[in-house]
């Protein structure tokens, strides 16, 4: 299992300096952690159907509160992804659409959700294996939870059972202002990170884990039995899955607690990008 040394530790250095040295030395050293877009069509005034890279400025901006500088990732091309991850110190696997029935393995379907995003699937599927492979520290948020389990070799439930924990929603309110609470297994890097056996979260998924893929261990579950989390069984990379959106948990006392998740992510990149790129 991911140790909680490797997610939580934050590298120190012995050398005497002044605070401004420290401070510039640090700005100097702080991790890029590469985050996914998520193309959609919106109106701007250019016109209705504006072809955008978006994603929600809360990822972005919890990821500089804790340390890091945020990298937008647009898709490019397999041969090149190499290339893209040798700049980052970390990956955060963003939210968004529905994965295609492709990507995991089913036949295509009238019932496929219609924002679903090909290029999209491919392109993260392709960082999350040169992340694997690289031993990257990564995050994944909702769907990027959803797209490691399906890419490890995992499936997940079509449309989870609408329960007390999980009410059917229809409005922006609901989504944003539900929550139920999840439980952390015992001895888990997450129960590490967060310092507590459980906590309330949001409730924005449709989708969640079934079958866990190997070298993945689901590490909290809602009490409708839901998986709520999963991580790594590998001492050597660095893997935090989480269903719910901790970026959009926005009151104080949420902030503070989710800030923990983000502040984790960020040492783990900065003890990587040490070991891979030390300074002179």
Known sequence: MLSVNDWSTMPTSSHSLS???QAALAAERAPIIGITVWRRTLPTYLGERTDLFTLGTEYAARVAAAGGVPLLLAPVADEHV???LSRIDGLLLSGGQDLT????GLKPSAVEAADTDPERDAFERALLLGAQERELPVLGICRGLQ???????GTLIEDIPRTAVHPAQDTPEAFLGDRHEVTFAAG???AAVYGTASREVNTIHHQAIDAVADGLVVSAHAADGIAEAAESTSDAWPFLG???HPEKLTA???VAAEA???TGFVATATAFAGRTHPAA
């Open 101 to 104: 029935r492709e990507l995991r």
């Open 147 to 153: 797209l490691t389990n399906v890419v490890l070799g």
């Open 260 to 262: 923990q998740l983000f």
């Open 19 to 21: 605070s401004r040295d």
């Open 242 to 244: 989480v269903q719910w």
């Open 252 to 254: 104080p006392d949420e």
């Open 82 to 84: 190499p290339a893209l």
């Open 188 to 190: 888990s890097a997450l």
